[in-house]
């Protein structure tokens, strides 16, 4: 019966499949359409308002006596005046305008930095009007349904332009998805005129805590979880304002998530500056209800639409100015805990202070012949000086936490390995040790070779960016098995616990020695595959007939189409590298995937089924850690050479070169990674794609992420694929020597001494001894005196190792290890390197060794001088964009040689570095990779 639900499953998805191929060839569309990126508001039309937004005659008197117009029994039409203003001290030259999602401000959906960089860079936007004393103002009239369901809102965010173009836009920080305009509320009583008043808000640390690993899991709860724009309700008492014409509607609002579960924000105001100045007493007496305010007395705010605080109060105008601060109270108890210290309190004045006339106050008469107040003033503060002014956050936010890889989350239900569902265990355990993060290591599928391959166990060395890895599924939990299939389960399981558990070691002091047994990586991928083909084959036709697997299919297609066809032709032709497939292997696009897929279908659906299960368990335990665990994941630098992306996209990668680091004091030969390096300029073209979608994905998993070697997004150390070492490499991009700084410095004649392999005699009589001549007949040949250059076809460290491997070492030497490492040390004898796109003018220099001053200037100039502002500027080309792909949080690994350039680059991105004891970046007695203190003395 299962085997006939799956064909004609194979069938149905078959015929799906060439109806969208044959769909998507007439239309000229591409198949793989990314996700939209994460946003607080998630539903396109949620940000639109109902029925569109009009330009209207900017004068007052159109809008008028038709204020008010019924569209439909249950819906209303209203017609107001928008009135931003804002105070920005700009440069000859500069002007402020206004992106947001309305079309008149360039119809920008969700205004992140880069998406209004990019629309100011294309001419988009509204530009203000200066009016004066640095005052910037823009008037525009709309028509809308406030009584509409979702609520109608304008996002929008302040960006400077310069006319000359002396630098690129400049955004205002703030959260992520830029400021909300909420617009809802009762026809009714709809005002004319809403005037907004907003403050720029710069970049600063305070940025961090409007992502989501601090608004929504370190001070969320139940009522803030839902990231959906709510109407602003006012209660019955501010309709009052119908029926006295000296009053003014006043809405003062506020971003702030630093508000613990529990407490809400709230206001105390007063037309005497004395109530509110400071020295001012607080009326602790009952908290009147939202919407109605009395002299000096708490008015609470409405967190509806976390972390913006708002509260709309109606005011007698003999009252105003209006004097207040924010003060943080229990939302139980009413009682107030914190007041927003200062010497001077916020104010509110009557009438807008760029006009000469009043427009604070308007007449209105309605179709009823009542005279109505019209008119609105809408605050929006800054909160970098309500919380910085707050007794409670003298200091930042503290949190604990453990760093862990999933493996090593072991336990007796698992299979010799820690799996997703241990995610669980972990979090109920760092909630009783009060711990507030837990750090992953990546998680992504690993495979190239096979599934029981122990070269694939390397965490960090990805197939996918997208795809999970199946060793940490739990295979008992699966729903549907057979009883026999569970019960061998069970007993692989006992199996694998018992040879693989960690034993109790020997204790040496007060220090553990190293764990007797590892991870038996081959072994658990072996009995796990194996039984998920086995589970595949069971429920794998129930599973694709559900409607969570069309909703998984529906989301994750864009990847999980190439990857599953990449899978299948790896176990197929038995390797995952792609030059090993004939035309399979390259120019792979859209047209032929969907073809490929077609026709394999029926050998992909496994990897799709398990991918489903992996991403249900790992989501699982992202929403078991809810309100306060946040959960950080690893971001590697680089994806394996032999991947699903590389294959795919090609065009973003550097196929023929390899990432790594330079040598240092802790390897001396350099690191090769084997990643290819990133071809940013292609990137950059389409948008950097590829990034957002990746980290759009990642964000349905984790909070936050690290970013390992985030030196990579400054400059990165790239070798040809030749190499195996890391000597031979350069920093990509940088700064070459030129040959004119060679000639300037009497060296120009030496530049081919300096960019090939030096070899003389002692120096192979050093490293081969006796046998130095039969070294010398095999590779090299004679060049000038004593003097020796490598044969050809031996000029690279792979065909050095390919021939000593296959021929062995020469009579009488040591060992192959030895004769390779010191052939590498000869080859890698060099000053210079030719740079490869400017081979006869370019040169970058080598380890120095025992060099002329000359040599070392222009290499202390080329490794710590010349390139700072070079590397910066790349980083700020590359990093906003990834900043902007997701609202989760960014740690930077930024150990090891680092730039003078990063530091500032990461402060002004509000990226967060990575600390640690061992490696304090004042005086410490240990280095990163060198035991504490403690154990020296033990």
């Known amino acids: 019966m299962p085997g006939r639900r799956l064909r004609s499953v194979l069938l149905l998805l078959g015929a799906q499949m060439f109806a969208f191929l044959a769909s998507s060839a007439m239309a000229g569309s591409e198949f793989a359409k990314l996700p939209a990126p994460h946003a607080s508001i998630q539903p396109l039309e949620q940000m639109r308002l109902r029925g569109g937004a009009s330009i209207l005659p900017t004068s007052l008197s159109s809008v008028g006596k038709a204020a008010v117009k019924v569209v439909s029994q249950d819906q209303t039409s209203v017609k107001v005046v928008l009135r931003f203003r804002t105070n920005y001290k700009t440069r000859f030259g500069e002007n402020v305008i206004i992106v947001g999602s309305l079309a008149e401000l360039g119809g920008v959906e969700t205004p992140t930095v880069t998406d209004v960089q990019k629309a100011a860079e294309s001419g988009k936007g509204a530009r203000m009007q200066y009016i004066k004393n640095d005052d910037w103002g823009l008037d525009m009239a709309l028509e809308l349904s406030p009584d509409a369901d979702p609520p109608p809102v304008v996002q929008y965010r302040y960006c400077i332009v310069d006319d000359n173009k002396q630098h690129p836009p400049i955004c205002e920080g703030g959260s992520k998805n830029g400021r909300i305009l909420n617009l809802a509320g009762p026809a009714d009583t709809y005002p004319a005129v809403m005037e907004i008043r907003d403050i720029w808000k710069s970049q600063s640390s305070l940025s961090s805590i409007f992502l989501v690993a601090f608004s929504d899991v370190i001070f969320n709860d139940k009522l803030r979880s839902e990231q959906v724009v709510r109407a602003f309700k006012r209660t019955s008492s501010t309709g009052s ?33 004395d109530a509110c100045g400071p020295k001012f007493t607080l009326s602790l007496g009952s908290c009147t209800a939202l919407g109605n305010w009395e002299d000096g007395k708490v008015t609470p705010m409405s967190g509806l639409n976390y972390p913006l605080w708002e509260v709309e109060v109606d005011v007698p105008m003999h009252q105003m100015p209006l004097y207040y601060r924010y003060v943080i109270m229990e939302e139980k108890t009413k009682k107030v805990l914190a007041v927003e210290q200062g010497e001077s309190a916020h104010k509110v004045e009557a009438s807008p202070q760029d006009l000469e006339e009043s427009l604070a106050v308007m007449k209105i008469t309605d179709a009823g012949g009542k005279t109505c107040n019209r008119c609105m003033v809408v605050v929006n503060d800054d909160p970098d000086p309500a919380v910085s002014k707050n007794p409670l956050f003298k200091s930042q936010w503290r949190g604990a936490g453990v760093a862990v890889p999933v493996f090593g989350l072991r336990s007796d239900k698992g299979m010799g390995v820690g799996e997703f569902a241990d995610i669980k265990g972990l979090v109920d355990w760092c909630r009783k040790a009060g711990l507030k993060m837990i750090q992953l290591l990546p998680v992504t599928d690993t495979i190239s070779h096979s599934p029981s391959d122990e070269r694939d166990s390397y965490p960090y060395s990805s197939i996918s960016v997208h795809a999970l890895h199946p060793m940490y599924l739990r295979l008992n939990d699966i729903e549907g098995l057979s009883a026999a299939l569970k019960a061998d389960i069970e007993k692989e399981a006992k199996r694998l616990n018992e040879d693989n558990y960690y034993k109790e070691a020997q204790w040496d002091k007060d220090l553990k020695t190293e764990l007797d047994r590892p991870i038996d990586y081959p072994e658990v991928m072996r009995v796990k595959t194996g039984f998920l083909r086995r589970a595949f084959k069971e429920i794998g036709a129930k599973v694709m007939e559900s409607e969570e697997y069309k909703e998984f299919f529906d989301r994750a297609e864009f990847w999980l189409r190439p990857y599953g066809l990449f899978c299948w032709l790896r176990d197929f032709f038995g390797s995952a590298n792609p030059d090993e497939w004939g035309k399979l292997g390259t120019g792979i696009n859209k047209e032929k995937l969907m073809r490929f897929v077609f026709l394999a279908s029926l050998y992909l659906f496994p990897y799709f089924f ?23 994941g690893d971001l590697p630098i680089g994806i394996d050479h032999d991947s699903v992306d590389a294959w795919y996209h090609p065009h973003l990668f550097h196929m023929n070169k390899k990432t790594g680091a330079p040598p240092d004091d802790y390897s001396e030969m350099g690191q090769n990674w084997g990643f290819p390096t990133y071809n940013w300029e292609a990137m950059q073209r389409d948008g950097f794609s590829w990034w957002r979608s990746r980290l759009n994905w990642m964000s349905q998993y984790f909070h936050a992420y690290r970013i390992d070697h985030i030196l990579g997004f400054f400059r990165i150390w790239e070798m040809p694929s030749s190499a195996t070492g890391g000597l031979l490499g350069r920093f990509r991009p940088s700064l070459p020597i030129h040959r004119d700084e060679l000639r300037n410095a009497g060296m120009e004649h030496q530049i ?42 031996l000029c690279s460290e792979v065909e050095i190792e390919k021939i000593v491997e296959r021929e062995g070492s020469c009579v009488g030497y040591k060992s192959k290890e030895e004769m390779i490492y010191n052939l590498k040390l000869l080859i890698n004898n060099v000053v210079l390197l030719r740079d490869d796109d400017r081979p006869h003018e370019a ?62 680059v990461l402060e002004q991105l509000v990226i967060m570095g990575l600390k640690i004891q061992s490696d304090a970046p004042s005086v410490c007695p240990t280095a990163k990779i060198i035991s504490l203190s403690k154990i020296w003395m033990n």
């Open 241 to 273: 304002a119908n029926k006295d014409e000296n009053l003014i509607s006043v809405r003062l609002t506020i971003e702030n998530p630093r508000v613990e579960p529990g407490h809400v924000m709230a206001v105390i105001a007063s037309s005497s500056l």
């Open 752 to 793: 081919d001494r300096l960019c090939n392999p030096h070899v003389k005699k002692h120096l192979m009589e050093r490293f081969f001894g006796h046998d130095w001549m039969r070294v010398k007949n095999r590779f090299f040949d004679d060049d000038g005196y004593e003097t020796f250059k490598f044969k050809q076809g």
């Open 843 to 904: 040169f970058y220099p080598e380890l120095p060794g025992d060099m002329q001053n000359k040599l070392r200037n222009l290499y202390q100039s080329y490794f710590y001088g010349r390139q700072d502002q070079y590397w910066a500027d790349a980083a700020m080309l590359k990093l906003p964009p990834l900043l902007d792909a997701s609202r989760m949080m960014v740690c930077g690994e930024d150990l090891g040689m680092i730039p003078a350039c990063v530091k500032g």
């Open 610 to 632: 398990w991918s489903l299960i992996l991403s249900v368990y790992l989501e699982s335990s992202y929403l078991h850690l809810s309100l306060d665990e946040e959960q950080p």
